[in-house]
């Protein structure tokens, strides 16, 4: 069985600042990740994605993740961030075995401060 | 290109009534999903259909019931809602299993 952990539910940070969020996950298989982002009352939207290849991926608004097979991990960073970025983000990890086997982890609320 | 829509956008229900949740796309998906969205708890998976005429069961799938008679539709049924089913539910589709999900903006349920 698979599970995801994001490792803080809230983030506050100021404007302009750097910002992690982090996610941990566990799977007996190999995988592929995700983060996607949600803006106040809007569905869920594809951040950037881990399918294979180089362990750094980069996304859509400057955000990027790397992926860390050894220690699980699939942190997302962006180094500036803006007010427009204020959302809940959650990470998701798929087995490669089919779509019906995504988990989401609980989400991590980024509060950007001006 | 609407994506996925959903309806109706948000609704008050009793308990004990029926109430049917619509999703519908025009991207032309194999695969379609229902999520229920609750504070902490992040999404989880009520029911997926990987093609249409077939469906089959997420981590939630009691008290709802869904159909998939076409590549575009698909509906979610409460048969006879409880208050713990208050909640946000997302549809979504995917072209392929395993990568990318599209959502629909949600429907927000109060069942009392």
């Known amino acids: 069985a698979q599970s995801v952990t994001q490792l803080d539910s809230q983030v506050p940070v100021f404007e302009e600042a750097p910002v992690e969020l982090r996610c941990n996950y566990s799977?007996?298989?190999?995988?592929?990740l995700f983060w996607y982002v949600q803006y106040p009352n809007q569905g869920l939207q594809l951040l950037l994605k881990?399918?294979?290849?180089?362990?750094l991926v980069k996304g859509i608004n400057g955000f990027e993740a790397e992926f860390n097979k050894s220690q699980t991990s699939f942190h997302l960073r962006k180094p500036s961030v803006h007010i427009s970025d204020t959302a809940e983000y959650f990470c998701?990890?798929?087995?490669?075995?089919?779509?019906?086997?995504?988990?989401f982890g609980a989400g991590t609320r980024l509060f950007v401060k001006a | 290109i609407a994506g996925i829509t959903q309806a109706p956008t948000s609704q008050i229900l009793a308990a004990g009534r029926r109430m049917t949740l619509r999703c519908t796309q025009d991207m032309r998906h194999n695969a379609m999903y229902w999520y229920r969205q609750d504070l902490g708890l992040g999404l989880r998976l009520i029911h997926y259909?990987?093609?249409?005429?077939?469906?089959g069961k997420g981590e939630v799938p009691d008290g709802y019931s869904v159909s998939r008679a076409n590549t575009d539709d698909f509906p979610l049924t409460l048969a006879s809602a409880v208050p713990s089913q208050t909640s946000v539910y997302f549809c979504a589709s995917s072209d392929k299993a395993g990568v990318t999900q599209y959502f629909g903006p949600g429907t927000r349920l109060t069942v009392l």
């Open positions: 998701a990890v798929s087995d490669q075995g089919g779509g019906f086997k995504t988990i």
């Open positions: 259909s990987n093609t249409a005429g077939t469906t």
């Open positions: 799977s007996s298989v190999s995988v592929y």
């Open positions: 881990y399918l294979s290849g180089s362990t």
